[in-house]
């Protein structure tokens, strides 16, 4: 009973480093989203992947690139982090693209700090 | 385009107090709504959902009514908990779009 796996849980980078967080669900769902989570900014999205080998921006995708492997597996990489990076990271997949109804499934979160 | 406010926190209450956290949308088309929980350390959840106007979502004791004539989706529960100490987001999603749109959060913090 999985759902959405992201590794690490923790994080501490240097200034110019590099990393990529991973996201894994076991759900088959076809939508894929990465967030980042700030105090007073709520969820901003930083990439999305509708489906299986498409991704495209969201509203803050700059810093940031993202690789959908396969269907299950989404990953987003820090080339060079900068210490605006330093926030909470959450990886989301919903079911079946396009349809208002259906709900997000986040994973548990990504404390990355950067020095 | 698509956006939600809700308002702003924190909500400070007393155990057993009545909570009402407000949640305002604009959409294109006719979304369905969302209310999260977001609890110490952990990721967003599903609190609950209305997929049209008029639905009322309920989950452990909240309950949100869909109103397309004022745009809204209000959570209210009718006596807290401690444990209902935790972050909500007002959401909404709209047919054809793949992406959800999230309010700011309100974090509620109860006090025994």
């Known amino acids: 009973n999985a759902g959405v796996t992201q590794t690490p849980k923790f994080q501490v980078l240097k200034t110019g480093q590099s990393m990529t967080l991973q996201c894994a669900q076991d759900?088959?769902?076809?939508?894929m989203y990465w967030y980042r989570q700030d105090p007073g900014m709520g969820l901003r999205l930083i990439y999305y992947?509708?489906?299986?080998?498409?991704?495209d921006k969201g509203e803050v995708p700059n810093g940031y690139n993202v690789s959908r492997l396969n269907k299950r597996e989404f990953s987003l990489r820090l080339e060079s982090a900068a210490p605006s990076q330093t926030s909470v990271y959450f990886c989301?997949?919903?079911?079946?693209?396009?349809?208002?109804?259906?709900?997000?499934?986040f994973g548990q979160g990504t404390r990355l700090t950067v020095v | 385009g698509n956006s939600v406010t809700q308002m702003e926190g924190p909500v400070t209450l007393s155990e057993e107090a009545f909570l009402t956290i407000n949640c305002t949308y604009t959409?294109?088309?006719?979304?369905?709504l969302f209310w999260y929980v977001q609890y110490p350390g952990e990721g967003l959840q599903l609190l609950l959902k209305a997929t049209k106007a008029d639905d009322k979502g309920s989950n452990k004791g909240f309950e949100a009514t869909y109103r397309k004539e004022t745009t809204s989706f209000h959570l209210e529960k009718g006596s807290v908990q401690v444990s209902d100490s935790a972050v909500y987001f007002c959401a909404l999603k709209s047919g054809g779009s793949y992406i959800p749109t999230f309010g700011r959060g309100t974090s509620l913090i109860v006090h025994p």
């Open positions: 989301a997949s919903s079911e079946r693209a396009g349809l208002a109804n259906t709900e997000a499934f």
């Open positions: 759900m088959n769902h076809n939508s």
């Open positions: 992947s509708a489906s299986e080998g498409t991704t």
């Open positions: 959409a294109t088309g006719y979304p369905s």
